[in-house]
Structures are given as C-alpha cells and as structure tokens.
C-alpha cells in the first residue's frame, strides 16, 4: 500500500522553541561498527521499573545472548550477554546516572568468540498474540528514545489492546542527535517491518510516523519502505520545532488530540513508539536477538562525529576514541541532548539502553551560563511552554518551598523540556527548580507512606495486644468458674460425708440407749457355773473393747503427732497397764 505522505492537516502545540540543530556533523558518515572492548559493564538497571534478578555467577562462562538478570515484577526488563565471556565480577560500578552514584552492575570479559546462544525466529503471522507478547518479556526491548519504558507492557500482556492509532516517533527533535535519523535512512526496511510486528499485536486501524522535515533522507527512504508494506503505513512531514518528539507533542500534531495529564495515551486509542524500539521488535521476532546493542550519536568537541551501532555495556571511552578522540578544551560528556541531557560523572561510564547520544562538551560549544537575575515576570516562558502551565508560578513556589501549592499549579504536568530556561533572559535555570521540587514531594510523599505504614502496623499491634490481653482476661474468668464449681462440689461432698457420720452416730447412740434400757432375763436365780461362765464372757468383751479403743486412739495419734516421741508417750500413757518411770 503506498505510503500517505502528507495529513490534510497538522495541529500545533503551544509554545515550543528553535534552538540550533548541530545535527550534520554526525550525518556525514554511515552507521559504523566497534569492535569488542575489553570488558563490558551492564548496569541492572537499564530501564523504568524494577530491578531484573540475577541468573548468573561470578567466573560462569556465558554466551552472546544468554539471560543475564531475568525480569523481576510487572514492570522490568530482562538483560543479556552482548557477547561470550566470562562473568569477571558483580557489584557496584558507575553508570550514567544525573546522581552520579554507582549501581548493581555485571562486568563480562569478552573472550573473542562472540558465540551464539541457539536462538530461532518466531513466526509472529502464525502464533497466538498472547504467546508473542509474553515471549517479549524476555527480550529486554524497552523504548530506545530516552525513557526505557518496557516495550511489553506497551504492546499489552493480553494480546488485545483497544488501540485504534499507532504513532510511530521519527522526530527526534533534540539538538545534536541523530541516530533515529540515520537508523531510518539505513535500515527503514527493518524500521517497517517492526511496524508492521507492532501494527499486528495492537491490532491498530492506522499507522502515522512523524518525522521532522529535517531529515528528508529518512522520510523519503521511510516512506519507499512502506509502498511496499501491506499494512496502512503513512509517513508523516511535520515541521521542526523543539520539543515535537515528547510523544504527547506528536500525538497532538498527527491527530489533534491533547491527552489529559491524569490519563495515558492508551486510555485514549492511542500508543506511542520510537522508531529504534520497532526496528528492536523487528530483530527480536526475525532472529530471536535480545536487546544486544543500540546506535549511538558521538559528537559535540570529537574529531570526527557520527553514529556507532555499539554492544551495551561499552565504556563511552571506546565511543569517544571510535570518534577520533576528544579534543584537548573537551571540559564535560552529556549523555543526551544538550536541552534535557546531564552530565557524565566519568567517561568511564558503560553505555545502556537508555544512551542515545554522547556530546564532548566545551566551552566554545557550552559556554558557563550567565549569572541568574531576579525574575522580571516577562512571561516569555509562559509563552515557550509546551504544556501550558505558569513556570513563572511554579519557580516561586518551589524557590520557597511552597510544594503543594507547586502542586496544585501541576508541577508534575511539566516534561522538563528546558524550553522555559531556554528563553529566560534573566538567565534563571528554571528546570533545576523544577527537579529539585519534584524530588522533595516525591521524597514528602514517601516519607509521609511510610508514616502511615508505621501508623498501621502500630494501630494493628495495639489491637493485637488488646485482643491478647481480652483472651487471657476470659481464660482467667473460666479458669475461676470452673474452681468455683470444684469448690461447690467439694463443700456439697463434705457436707453430705458430714451428714452421713452423724447418722451414723446417731444410729449407734439409739442402739446403745436401747441396749442399756433391755434388762437381761432369766439371770436370777442362776447356778455358780453359769455365773462363772458369765463373768468371764464379760471380762472378755472388756478386754476386746478396751484393745479396740486402745487401737483407734493409736491411729489418731499417729496422724495428728508431729513427732513419733510425742505419740508413743500418748499411747503408753493411755495403756491401763503399768510402767516404768522415766
């Protein structure tokens, strides 16, 4: 299908500046390769999200492609070997960071080889969308504009999308920069077919690619590619003003439609990709490739700028001296463009996914900026912003530290494109506060999440010890309950065993009160024998009674005695029978 060149009509965006390009310094020579340096240092953390886990051990021996650090959460990206070699370390290293601090980093010394992990193509026409998209996951493509988003995410886990429009980034609108512009003039063939892959997952109904009418080479090499493809592929000239490659910017000039702050272009139909990620996917699902290597623009104060395809994890140094080497008054290394890139703390630094151009910085390219004047309220940066809120507003508000107010005024609706700074002539470096704003609600809200965790966890703790103390409360009670129904049983035992005693003896009494009352007959009158036997019957009941009761009085002794001396002397005190004294 031939490609539409032109829309019937652009939309423009407020504000927006031109600041110089610098970007035929780095065309004048083909894409060129590096060769293998001696070691290469991959951060972990190459992308939004959460950190990858690692996969690999120090002295392992991997090969080029193998999985590194595996996906980590929903939102991560995997990391590969960019070549054999030898894990030779794992700790922390420097990367290119605006904090300038170290980070998690793999060290692999190539071995030379540069041997191939067995990979294969998927044939993405064919297969399941569900099955394509979570193979990506394990790509480690993330959007190689600048913001290392990952790539599968975008392309939506369930295979179905609601997309009706893909936007297809080519603007590359930031001074010095080129690689997006040569990539499309040298590879637009592998540029469409990942279009094509990404058309196919999303399940669009359009395709518009923007690129800016500075690159005439890339938009008509681009748009030879897509007379060729069988998709609705339009190629799209917009005009060249800073900054029309942020995706909310392009989106706004290809179709007109603004995307709220609180909303995602997505909610919207609408997904958005820069042309080095499709060319990624392309390579991905031809090949099987990870994300290997990118191309990378070295220019600014170097001898000879241009444009390296280079394997991650490459010192900028062997960038730098693939460019002929810096000249002598090179003073910085920015990492992006000059309007939102940051300065290097060491040439030394690897390159990441997120590295899309080195410029050699000077003083006769970056002069040291002029002092800061106090604000004259002139506006110019009111008027220069391409998000339309009040910078002016937002500078005093977090010049005081007046941050919900920065807030209320949508400080975080700000891109941080430096267009602002860019036109302020009492020369006031307004993204800095912007920056430093941000950071300290961000650090606010933190601390604040924190709080309220802790607040939790301790409301939870006093409800736990309140719970703890209110069962040992009741397990007492119970406990006291059932020693009181002991008690009651025992007293009603004793009392009846009481009861049972006294009738006993009660019993025993009348019995001996009618005994004593029966008078014997049939006794006068009786032989001398007789009286005889009588007497001695008698005298022997006294003497069995007397051992009874000289047997129960022992026992009574023997329990209630503290010492046995105590008892004997009771019981031969008690015998009738004489004794000898003491």
């Not at 005024?409 to 302020?424: A, Q, R, W």
């Not at 002991?486 to 025993?508: F, N, R």
Request: charged share 25%; net charge negative; aromatic share 6%.
């Amino acid at each position: 299908m031939s490609a539409i060149t032109q829309l019937s009509r652009l939309f423009k965006f407020n504000g927006g500046v031109h600041p110089p390009e610098n970007k035929l310094q780095s065309c004048a020579l083909p894409i060129r390769r590096l060769p293998l340096p001696a070691k290469l240092v991959l951060p972990l953390r190459q992308h939004v999200g959460n950190l990858p886990k690692l996969r690999v051990a120090v002295g392992e021996r991997v090969l080029k492609g193998q999985l590194l650090a595996e996906a980590e959460g929903t939102i991560s990206a995997a990391v590969h070997a960019p070549t054999s070699g030898i894990i030779a370390s794992i700790g922390e290293a420097l990367i290119p960071h605006p904090s300038g601090l170290p980070d998690m980093c793999i060290t692999l010394e190539p071995d030379g080889a540069d041997e191939w992990l067995p990979h294969a193509p998927l044939d993405w026409r064919h297969a399941d969308k569900q099955q394509l998209t979570e193979s990506l996951r394990s790509s480690g493509i993330v959007g190689l504009g600048g913001a290392a988003f990952p790539s599968h995410i975008k392309l939506r886990a369930d295979g179905t999308s609601g997309i009706d429009t893909l936007v297809i980034n080519g603007a590359e609108c930031e001074p010095y920069i080129t690689c997006d512009d040569m990539l499309m003039r040298e590879r637009a063939e592998e540029v469409v077919r990942g279009i094509e892959i990404a058309y196919y997952l999303l399940g669009a109904k359009q395709c518009l690619i923007g690129i800016e009418d500075n690159k005439p080479e890339a938009a008509a090499a681009m748009r030879a590619a897509c007379d060729k493809s069988e998709y609705p592929l339009q190629v799209i000239v917009v005009p060249t003003i800073y900054p029309s490659g942020d995706a909310r910017r392009l989106i706004h000039v290809l179709t007109g439609r603004e995307i709220p702050s609180f909303k995602r272009s997505t909610d919207m139909g609408i997904q958005c990709f820069n042309v080095g990620t499709v060319q990624a996917i392309y390579r991905y699902f031809q090949f099987g490739e990870p994300t290997l290597s990118r191309i990378v623009t070295v220019t600014g104060n170097v001898a000879q700028a241009g444009n390296f395809d280079v394997l991650l994890g490459t010192p900028v140094t062997a960038l730098l001296d693939a460019a002929g080497g810096a000249l002598p008054d090179t003073n910085d290394y920015l990492m992006g463009g000059p309007m939102m890139g940051f300065s290097l703390p060491s040439a030394e630094v690897p390159v990441t996914k997120a590295t899309n151009c080195i410029i050699a910085g000077a003083p006769k390219l970056f002069p040291e900026p002029e002092p800061a004047m106090p604000c004259i309220r002139c506006a110019r940066c009111a008027d220069a912003c391409p998000v339309n809120l009040q910078p002016q507003e937002l500078y005093w508000f977090a010049k005081s530290s007046n941050l919900e107010k920065a807030r209320d005024y949508k400080l975080f609706d700000c891109i941080e494109c430096g267009c602002c700074s860019y036109v302020c002539p009492s020369h006031i470096p307004l993204v800095q506060y912007y920056r430093f704003a941000k950071s300290e609600i961000i650090s606010q809200d933190r601390a604040k999440q924190a709080a309220d965790v802790a607040r939790e966890r301790n409301e939870f703790r006093l409800m736990r010890i309140e719970r703890e103390k209110q069962e040992r409360a009741q397990k007492h009670a119970q406990k006291a309950a059932g020693a009181k129904t002991e008690g009651s049983a025992a007293a009603d035992g004793k009392t009846l065993e009481d009861a049972k005693k006294a009738a006993i003896e009660a019993a025993v009494a009348r019995a001996q009160v009618q005994k004593a009352a029966v008078e014997p007959k049939n006794v006068s009158d009786l032989p001398p024998a007789v009286q005889s036997e009588i007497a001695e019957i008698d005298a022997r009941r006294s003497d069995a009674a007397l051992e009874v009761e000289k047997m129960q009085l022992k026992k009574t002794i023997d329990t209630n005695s503290v010492a046995d001396g105590k008892g004997n002397e009771a019981v031969s005190q008690a015998s009738p029978e004489p004794t000898a004294e003491k």
